[in-house]
């Protein structure tokens, strides 16, 4: 054997098949049959089960009622090598630190399987539960839903597909999933306050150099020593201390925050911002910058409120029912037009003619087949003078359609397919991957606003303007925030797919279908000059405007 390099063990010889025994205990999978591990082997079954026997008394493998599991001591053997080592130097001050602090117990999990494994544990939990070696069931607890709300998408996926076959309530794993998503965006899990101790607990991920979440850490404080700062903001702080000791013992620091490890800062309260939002793919960048962390390492905390459409969000922006949210702007210049002082405050996307993004789209039914069939006919949008339909009223006009024997029907996008199914619209003016969808089905395309001319805003994030001049710091911190996620995107594309499966609700395929956007971390004031332009000779808004005076500065 040369030296330097090892030689993989015979799989003929009794370690062989020991190391391929221990192999076939599979990500995900609480207990495996003796004849599942046979299969996967190759070991005959005397073997297999005579050292699956050897394996429980020395406690490497467990005995379960329908089969084997790996057993507690690989975890003190692996607690030993230098990788688990280092997570628990790095996260021991910073959870003792917050233990002090508050009074509560301090947990430190990785995801083992199926279920969740204590690591390390500072405080005493009062009934004994989350002791270091412990598992417990991953969707029960705070830390385990944080550590399955950031695995890679088909785990995630087997686990509920594995729930689904095991609990006979189906809303079991559907409210699971739904709980998985919020959780990615606000960065923090919560449980409620437990019936038999009264203590409630919050929990947030663990990050490594490349930003990959390797832990969770949590916090239980009883009901008299609940801190008043908030749970979530010192749980996340801890977590970002930890995630940067460990980075540092790494040799790097994690993500777009470059803070040497010598200088971390204390744990603090991540100031919590309430945004309006839609399932729409064009949005990537938020959902990124919430699931990959950037906005708690910029001191944010963020809550999606969803919205039927952009037109929604001047309404909650005015009402104080959000703090920012995601809009065009068509809805904000006929909300500024209407007297309302809202701001453009960061980018997000642009459609453009080397990506277009939108598209008027005629029903299979309707007999349409070019843009001139659109008179006299009735056409589905997200909402009424919005950018579907003030984009598609200006490119109809430069074709000769008179556009005034149209009728614009506001429609949510979720909608739109059973709109013109039954004949409710004959068109609709949709963003991506509506049109795709059609298209398979049969619709045709007849207008893709792309064809406007130049790079156009599609969707950006405003705020109003008394609230913006109030809290500067936190739409400072914002746009930086959203500006990483556009870098992370440009250099990982893969993560926007993702994103769109999961927060768009697609399909894999169509996920992958749907070209990565085109993403603008400000807006500029002709981009909405172009707009307020289109609006004013369509006399759809009766105000002089100028985009400069737009936009948050």
Request: with cysteine; aromatic share 4%.
């Amino acid at each position: 054997m040369l030296a330097g390099h090892e030689a993989e063990p015979d799989r003929n010889s009794v370690l062989g098949k020991v190391a391929a025994i221990l192999d076939a205990f599979g990500p995900g999978e609480g207990s495996v049959p003796l004849a599942a591990i046979v299969r996967r082997t190759g070991v005959t079954k005397p073997s297999a089960h005579r050292l699956l026997t050897e394996l429980v008394a020395v406690r490497l493998v467990e005995r379960t009622d329908d089969g084997y599991r790996l057993g507690r001591k690989l975890f003190a053997l692996g607690m030993a090598a230098p990788q688990p080592a280092a997570l628990r130097r790095a996260a021991l001050p910073a959870m003792r630190d917050l233990a002090a602090r508050t009074g509560g117990s301090v947990r430190l999990a990785i995801l083992d399987q199926d279920a969740v494994l204590c690591v390390e544990a500072v405080g005493d939990p009062g009934d004994g539960a989350g002791s270091v070696g412990t598992h417990s069931p991953a969707r029960t607890g705070a830390l385990g839903k944080v550590l399955l709300a950031f695995t890679p998408q088909e785990f995630r996926d087997g686990y509920l597909r594995s729930l689904r076959e095991s609990v006979p309530d189906p809303r079991v794993p559907q409210r699971l999933a739904r709980e998985l998503d919020l959780i990615a965006i606000e960065g923090v899990a919560r449980d409620g306050r437990d019936p038999s101790s009264g203590s409630t607990t919050a929990a947030a991920p663990v990050r490594d150099v490349r930003g990959g979440v390797v832990a969770a850490v949590s916090l239980s404080t009883p009901p008299s020593r609940t801190p008043d700062t908030g749970m979530a903001g010192l749980i996340s702080g801890t977590a970002q201390v930890i995630s940067r000791a460990l980075a540092g013992a790494e040799g790097a620091t994690p993500g777009p925050t470059r803070t040497p490890a010598a200088r971390q800062p204390a744990p603090r309260p991540l100031r919590r911002v309430r945004v309006a939002t839609m399932p729409y793919v064009d949005i990537a960048p938020l959902w990124v910058a919430a699931q990959e962390g950037i906005f708690a390492r910029h001191g944010l905390q963020i809550s999606l409120v969803p919205v039927k459409g952009p037109g929604e969000t001047p309404r909650l922006l005015a009402t104080g029912q959000v703090d920012l949210g995601v809009t065009t702007t068509p809805n904000l210049v006929s909300a500024v037009d209407d007297g309302l002082a809202l701001r453009a405050v960061a980018g997000l996307s642009l459609n453009t003619p080397d990506n277009p993004r939108l598209f008027l789209v005629a029903g299979s039914r309707s007999g349409i087949t070019d843009p001139a069939g659109l008179a006299g006919r009735r056409i589905g949008v997200t909402t009424h003078r919005g950018y579907l339909q003030v984009g598609s009223e200006e490119l109809l006009r430069r074709l000769g359609v008179d556009t005034t024997t149209i009728e614009w029907v506001p429609m949510e996008p979720g909608h739109m397919r059973a709109g013109l199914a039954n004949d409710v619209v004959d068109a609709v003016a949709a963003p991506l991957p509506l049109p795709l969808l059609l298209q398979r089905e049969g619709a045709r395309i007849v207008l893709n606003l792309a064809d406007l001319g130049a790079s156009t805003l599609d969707v950006f994030v405003a705020g109003r303007a008394d609230w913006i001049a109030d809290n500067h710091s936190i739409t400072e911190s914002f746009s930086a925030a959203l500006r990483d996620g556009i870098g992370l995107l440009d250099g990982e594309p893969e993560l926007a797919v993702r994103a769109q499966a999961r927060f768009a609700r697609l399909s894999p395929a169509m996920s992958a279908a749907v070209a990565v956007g085109t993403y603008i971390d400000t807006p500029l004031p002709d981009q909405l000059d172009f707009w307020i332009e289109l609006m004013g000779s369509a006399h759809l808004i009766g105000h002089s405007i100028a985009g400069e005076s737009l936009i948050a500065r």
